[in-house]
């Protein structure tokens, strides 16, 4: 009986470590990529060039984890037909999320960026509902209205709002939105189911080529005028390993608890940023409108 309880008390233990984990280390890397794009801190303004990082890090990284050191197993099942069919538009919709997710940063606040996020069930149920995964009630569309009005109220608070920033933010969401539902067809519809690892080791190689063509286009040049590519290598290196972390630590704590529970803590996690943001951030002024419009449409996730 006494090994019992120690061995249960042990498991809660590991498991509240693994929970407070994601917790800090989601809400770090937050705070560290608004650090990294601030012109007044690191001034790396290259969204899309932190993200492609980002990508070819975890990438390569997974490859070397996966193949070389054979420390972690990648699922299989994969074949041609759901790589083109899955994995690409996954791998498409991330980049666009963590692209125009990050660019926000450069127009608006982190608690405003948390705010808008809020936003996020009612992109899913509206897309779920168009590729028929999710049904249409009376009951959804009074939830999905309460939290687009509480979004509403707390945009409504905001003292300096930036519409530029808003519509990529949006936009960040839209895509946030779309990858959970390839993702879902994907678990659904074609029965492969991935962890973490394996879904980082397809989708991350995908997602630097998606994410490498527009930075061509829109950074590349900005960057080498600016002689931007020795800019604090060990502080990029460092946030891309952090990202990297953060998406393990989503592994340990699902494999330890439940998807329920990661959303549970990234309701906590929404509270953590939105408060420290006006604390450590000369951009940030919360208001009572804000955090009531917040709090409406967090309640209800």
Known sequence: MADRSRSFLKEGTVTYAYILLYIALSSGQIFFNKWVLSSKEINFPYPLG??????????????????????????????LEIYTTSVIP????????????????????????????????????????????????????????????????ASYGEININWIGVV????GVVGEALRLIFMEILVKRKGLKLNPISVMYYVSP?????????????????????GTW???????????????ALNLSVFLVISHTSALTIRVAGVVKDWVVVLLSALLFADTKLTIINLFGYAIGECLH
């Open 90 to 153: 996954i791998g498409a919709t991330f980049a666009m999320t963590l692209w125009l997710g990050n660019t926000a940063y450069l127009y608006i606040s982190v608690a405003f960026a948390q705010m808008l996020k809020a936003i996020m069930p009612v992109a899913v149920f509206v897309l779920g509902v168009a590729a028929g995964l999710e049904m249409m009630s009376c009951r959804m569309l009074f939830i999905m209205s309460v939290i687009s009005f509480g979004v509403l109220v």
């Open 50 to 79: 932190l993200t492609l990082l980002h990508m070819v890090f975890s990438s390569v990284l997974c490859f070397v984890l996966t193949k070389v050191f054979k420390v972690m197993r990648v699922e299989e099942g994969m074949t």
């Open 168 to 171: 990529y933010q949006m936009g």
């Open 206 to 226: 995908c997602s630097s080529v998606f994410l490498f063509i527009p930075w061509i286009f829109l950074e590349k040049s900005r960057m080498e005028a600016h």
């Open 230 to 244: 020795n800019l604090q290598p060990l502080v990029l290196m460092l946030n891309s390993l952090c990202t990297f």
